[in-house]
């Protein structure tokens, strides 16, 4: 109620920011890692599993590379930071206190 209703929106626009990215690099991968699968168009016993594989590897993979955004959107929505912070100032404040290692704190 201090912040008023600006501070609901603390954040969006970090995870709008992550959002595209991550469905993007987890396209690619998922394409990427069929290609180099035994997977094929005909269905047989262990398509499945080669298909749920590439869907989890390209998850990890996207969420590894867009983790930093959401740690970034995630102090970004913490009370008391309406309006006084940027992305980057906030990306740049979390470098300094732990190092890059500290963008992935959490994984």
Do not use: M
Not at 43 to 64: K, M
């Amino acid at each position: 109620a201090e912040e008023g209703g600006r501070a609901l929106f603390n954040g969006n626009g970090a995870n709008c920011l992550r959002v595209f990215p991550h469905a993007g690099i987890g396209c690619l991968a998922y394409s990427r890692f069929i290609k180099w699968s035994p997977a094929d168009s005909e269905l047989d016993r262990f398509e499945l599993i080669w298909r749920a594989g590439a869907g989890a590897a390209a998850g990890s993979v996207a969420t590894i590379a867009t983790f930093p955004l959401d740690t970034v959107r995630a102090r970004l929505t913490l009370p008391g930071s309406a309006g006084r912070r940027s992305l980057l100032g906030v990306g740049r404040e979390i470098v300094r206190e732990g190092g890059v290692r500290r963008l992935y704190a959490g994984l």
